[in-house]
C-alpha cells in the first residue's frame, strides 16, 4: 500500500502580472486568496518581488541582534505584552523573539536600533525597514483582495489608516536531550493578519480543519500568510485563524520572521454588508490592542476561543 503524500497549503504565485488592480490575474488571484483563507486560515505565497538578497540580509541582520549580550536585548520592553522581548520562558525554552513596533516607519525601527545599538546601526536600520514594508505591500493586497471580494471594501479603506506592524524576529536554539522540541505551543495570533517566514530550518506547522498538521517548507522567496484573530471578528466569522505551532528537530538553530499587522485608535467591527439572517452578527464592536491585554489574563488564557470570549455576541 502507498502512503498519501503529504498534505500542504495552497500556494499562491504574486508577480507583477497580478498585482495590478484591474487586471484579470487580479481577480483571478483574489478568489484564490479568499478560498484559501476560508479553507485554510492562511496559504503559501510566492513573493516575486523578495529577493535573495533581501533574504540573506535580514536573517544576517537577525543573528547580529540576536548575538547581542542578553541583558541589551531585555531592554526591548513594551505597553503591550509580547511585543517587546520575549525569552526564557519555562514553556517554550527554545523560543527568544524581539518585536519591533512601528516597523514600517523610520522612527519605529531607528527607535528600536538606537536602544539595541546606542553607537548605531545603520544597516540594521535600514534592512529592517525594507523588509517590513516590502511585506506589508503584500499585506495590503492581500486585504484589498480579501476586502473587495467581500464587497467590504470601504470598511478596509478605514482600518488601513489605523494599521501599524510590528516586526517581530524569532530564533530557536536547538533542544536539549532532556527537553521537548516544542519551539512554539499551538495558538493562533492574535493579530489582524501575521505574515511569516523562514530560513533554512523548517519547523512551522499549521493545523487543518481536519486536524491534521502541515509542515511547511522554507523557501527564500515564500511567505505563510495567515489570519489572526482580529480578522476573524472583522469578517463576522467567515475566516477563522489557523492553529499553528514550531516543532524543533535536529542539531540547527531556527531563524524565523513575522510581520504582524493591528489596528489602532479605532475600534475594529463586523462591516454591515457581512451580516444578514443566514449570517448573523457574532462580534461585537472591540479595541484590539485591549484585546490583546485581555488575551494575557488568566480568563484570556483559559478560553478556547479568545476572541470569542472578548467580543462574541
Ligand atoms: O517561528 C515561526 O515560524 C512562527 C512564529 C509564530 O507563530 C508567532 O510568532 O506567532
Ligand atoms: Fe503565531
Known sequence: MGSLPNPTLPMIQFSDQNLQPDSNCWSSTAKDVVRALENYGCFVAIYDKFSLDMHENIFRASEELFDLPTDVKIQN????????????????????????????TREGVEKFTNLLWPSGNDRFCEIALEYSKIVAE?????????SENYGIAESYKAL???????????????????????????????????????????????????????????????FVVMAGDACMAWTNGRIE???????????????SLGLFSFIKDQKIQVPEELVDDDHPLQFKPFDHYKFIHFYYTDEGKRSTCPIKAYCGV
Open 160 to 222: 488601513f489608516g489605523s494599521t501599524s506592524y510590528l516586526l517581530r524576529m524569532i530564533k530557536y536554539r536547538t533542544a536539549e536531550k532532556h527537553e521537548s522540541g516544542m519551539g512554539i505551543i499551538p495558538h493562533t495570533d492574535k493579530s489582524f493578519m501575521s505574515i511569516l517566514h523562514q530560513r533554512r530550518v523548517k519547523g512551522l506547522e499549521i493545523k487543518t480543519k481536519d486536524d491534521s498538521w502541515i509542515v511547511v517548507d522554507p523557501l527564500p522567496s515564500s
Open 241 to 255: 485563524p489557523p492553529k499553528h505551532r514550531v516543532i524543533m528537530e535536529g542539531s540547527e538553530e531556527r531563524y
Open 138 to 146: 503584500l499585506d495590503q493586497v492581500v486585504m484589498r483582495m480579501l
Open 77 to 104: 520592553v513594551s505597553d503591550t505584552p509580547s511585543h517587546g522581548y520575549v525569552g526564557q520562558e519555562p514553556i517554550i525554552p527554545l523560543y527568544e523573539g524581539l518585536g519591533i513596533e512601528n516597523a514600517t
